[in-house]
């Protein structure tokens, strides 16, 4: 399968605890996004990187969280200190992106996350 | 504020009869749009997008969507829903990579 995965597809966890999810790209894929999806919401952005460069960031991202893409292929989202409030699905997604043409972004299965 | 509104939260449809699930964007500028859909333990995928090369863009599994500007809308349509249609649904628009705002989603469901 050449789509985007994730892992862990769930996680439970205790508040406070550090959890890190795991986003694996289409390989060619230059871009690479991360958002966060409540019940019942549309997916929220909250960053996005340019090969390894992170080039932006949401508000919604605090300063628990930590995303990287240290060779650009794969991706790493880090939660710290996790808070109920935390609790979401999070989405990776992958683009190529090409000067002039919108791409289309093609999205994993989501790692489901559960602060206790 | 650029954002997109989905005007229904849950439509319901008989399997065999039209689907029209409604959105639309406020932009000063025309926008970019997509449609993507979300079935249960599955990920989003993109069922269409406009990119202003023809206000009628047609997606897979007989999706179709037709920008009107005057109207400011996006309108999602099929003409004949079929069981395996049932999803969620979002209407997306992307001025730009960064600026990814997705609807908050109408869940269709069809009745046999």
């Known amino acids: 399968d050449t789509g985007v995965s994730q892992n862990p597809r769930h996680k439970i966890t205790k508040r406070g605890q550090n959890v890190t999810f795991r986003c694996d790209p289409i390989?060619?894929?230059?871009?690479l996004y991360w958002y966060r999806q409540t019940l019942g919401q549309g997916p929220e952005f909250l960053t996005y990187?340019?090969?390894?460069?992170?080039?932006?960031k949401s508000r919604l991202l605090s300063d628990r969280f930590s995303a990287e893409r240290p060779k650009g292929s794969f991706s790493t989202l880090e939660i710290q200190r996790t808070e109920q409030g935390d609790s979401a699905m999070y989405l990776c997604?992958?683009?190529?992106?090409?000067?002039?043409?919108?791409?289309?972004?093609?999205f994993g299965p989501g790692t489901r996350l559960l602060v206790l | 504020a650029q954002s997109v509104t989905q005007l229904d939260s849950h439509v319901s449809v008989s399997e065999g009869t039209p689907v029209l699930l409604r959105c639309n964007y406020s932009?000063?500028?025309?926008?970019?749009l997509f449609w993507y859909v979300q079935h249960p333990n599955k990920g989003l995928q993109l069922l269409l997008k406009?990119?202003?090369?023809?206000?009628l863009v047609k997606g897979i599994n007989g999706f179709e969507a037709e920008f009107k500007k005057s109207e400011t809308s996006f309108h999602l349509t099929k003409p004949s829903a079929h069981m395996s249609d049932a999803a969620e649904y979002f209407c997306?628009?992307?001025?730009?990579?960064?600026?990814?705002?997705f609807g908050s989603g109408t869940r269709l469901s069809i009745r046999p």
């Open positions: 997604a992958s683009s190529l992106e090409t000067s002039g043409s919108l791409e289309t972004q093609y």
């Open positions: 390989s060619e894929h230059n871009r």
């Open positions: 990187f340019q090969n390894e460069a992170q080039l932006e």
């Open positions: 932009s000063s500028y025309s926008p970019s």
């Open positions: 406009y990119t202003s090369a023809a206000t």
């Open positions: 997306v628009r992307a001025p730009r990579a960064s600026k990814i705002i």
